[in-house]
C-alpha cells in the first residue's frame, strides 16, 4: 500500500506566503464559460422557461471578471465567483428596475450587480463599507451609511425591485420588510441552513434554510455551536480575558414566541424560495482552508 505522504502530485509542493490561486488564461476562460452556461440554463428554467443563451453574455460576464480580478474582490467576507457569476446570470435574467443591496463591505457582490446592470438602478446599504476606489467610482450614488433597509424609501412604482440581503440580520423580518417595500425578489447570503449556521458567528438567524422547514422547529426549541476562538478578533478576545484561555466560542440560539411568529408571517410571503446551483466543481473558492458553507437564495414573493 501506498503511503499518502509519499505520492508524488501532479506538480511540486513548496512552502508559500501567498494565498492566491493560479490557472492557465485558456483553460480559466473555458472554466468560466462553461460555469456561466450552466448557470445560465438553471436560473433561466427556474424563472422564465428556457431562455436561448444570449451570445453577448459571455464576452459582457468575462469584462466583469477581469475587473473584479483587478479589483482583487475574491476576498475573506465577499463573494465566492461562483456566486459573482450567480448573480450576474440572475439580474440579466430579471432585468429589475431597481437593485438594492444591504451590506455591501468591500463589494464582491455590488461589483457583479454593477457590472449586470444599469449603475443608476444600483443601491448599496452598509453602515461601514470598505468599497475601493475602483468599485466607488462605478456606483451612481453614495453608499447610504446611515438609514437601515426598512428605513430607506423605495420608489413604488418602480416594477421587479431587488433586493440582496448580506448583512446577517435576522431573515424573517427583512423578508417582512422587503414585501412592504414591494420587492418581488429577495437573495440571501450568510442565511444557511444547519451546516452553515455551525460554520458562523453570526449567521442570519433565524435563517431562510430553516425557514425551508419551518415546521420542524418549535417554540423553545434551542442549539448552539462552537466555533475556534481565533475566529475572534485579538480585539475582542482583549475585551473578554477570560477567552485568552479558551479554545472555543459557544453560540446558543432559541425559538421564542416572536421568532416562530416571525418564520410564520415570513412563510405567508413566499411564493417559492430557490437554492443557488452550485457551480463549484468549476471553479476554485477565494479563500484557502476550511471549506464553509456558503449556500445563498433567493425568494420569489
Ligand atoms: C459579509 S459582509 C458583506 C459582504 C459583501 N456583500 C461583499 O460581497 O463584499 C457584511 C456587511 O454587513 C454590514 N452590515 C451590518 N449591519 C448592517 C445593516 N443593518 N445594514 C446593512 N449592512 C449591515 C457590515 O458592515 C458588513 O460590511
Known sequence: MENMAKIKCLEKIKFTNDKKKYISESLNQKLIKQALLISFQFWSEKLKNNLKFPKNL???YYKAYKSATE?????KGGIDIKDHINIFVL???IKPGLYCESGVFKGSSIHSALHALEPKIVYGIDPKPKLNKRIKSLLFNEVETKL???????????KKKVVFFDDHINSMQRIIDAKEKGFKYIIFDDSTGFEGIGQRRYPALPTVGMLKYNKLFNENDFFSWSLPINKMSWKSRAKSPKSLLKKYIKVTARIDKRCKDEMNQAEKYIKKIINFPDLSELLFASEPGMINNTQKYIILL
Open 91 to 93: 439580474l440579466s435574467i
Open 148 to 158: 437601515d433597509f426598512n428605513e430607506f424609501e423605495f420608489d413604488t412604482n418602480t
Open 58 to 60: 459571455y464576452p459582457k
Open 71 to 75: 479589483c482583487d474582490i475574491f476576498q
